[in-house]
């Protein structure tokens, strides 16, 4: 809507309002552990704590979020992504899921194998998590949140930091070798349809209708 929320690493969580996107306006700092990571979800906003896991803010009133607890050490936040009830921590090594059936009292369940090189970003969309791991993209099948499992991965070439979905196709934030397109229709087969390469050391991206960012 018209306020943004933003992972201000040791500063915590700054709350800016963007009613008028030339001219963004701080409205509030919630003081969280080192925020490194963000995702919104209906009326609550998801966060990469570090040390205390995954922190949830009820942003019911936008323009005065409460922070309403954290899932604790038993996971180092480093991102997080979510989807509909499932939420998902990158501890860097390895993902980590929860049921967020109940928004603020998320449940632990399963996690992947460890990871080749590590994560730093990943997405989820319907029964499938897809994860950067180096210099390749692993798709997890979550349909059973408990046992995530390897259903199959594909090479991108450069480090792959972050990944987001947009219908068929997973983008990927691949630094030296840009922005790769792979076509996830058949997530068990998936096939790299494009990139573009002139991106300088690419470490994050945005998919928004016909555009990436």
């Known amino acids: ?31 969280t552990p080192r925020a490194r990571g963000i995702a919104i979800n209906g ?11 995954m922190g949830m803010i009820d942003i019911t009133n936008p ?11 038993e996971v180092y936040g480093e991102n997080v992504s979510v989807f509909g009830n499932i939420a998902g921590i990158t501890d860097y090594g390895q993902i980590t899921f929860y049921d967020i059936t109940n928004p603020v009292s998320p449940i632990k369940k399963g996690s992947t194998v460890s990871l080749t090189s590590g ?16 210099d390749s993209l692993k798709i997890f099948n979550i349909s059973d949140l408990n046992s995530p499992t390897l259903a199959s991965k594909i090479y991108t070439g450069g480090y792959g930091y972050m990944a987001a979905v947009d219908g068929d196709y997973c983008y990927v934030a691949s630094e030296g070798t840009g922005v790769r397109a792979i076509n996830i229709s058949n997530p068990s087969s998936p ?14 991206l945005a998919v928004n209708g016909k555009y990436i960012y």
């Not at 009326?43 to 896991?53: E, H, I, L, N």
């Not at 096939?191 to 994050?204: H, I, K, L």
């Open 119 to 134: 994560n730093e970003g990943f997405a989820i969309s319907g029964n499938y998590a897809y994860v950067p791991d180096g």
């Open 191 to 204: 096939v790299e349809a494009g990139f573009y390469d002139d991106v300088p050391q690419s470490r994050g």
């Open 43 to 53: 009326s609550v906003v998801y966060v990469a704590a570090s040390d205390s896991g």
């Open 63 to 73: 323009s005065n979020p409460i922070v309403v607890g954290y899932t604790g050490a």
């Open 1 to 31: 809507g018209n306020y943004a929320y933003v992972a201000a690493r040791d500063s915590g969580v700054y709350v800016v309002d963007v009613t008028d996107p030339a001219n963004p306006v701080k409205i509030k700092t919630l003081q």
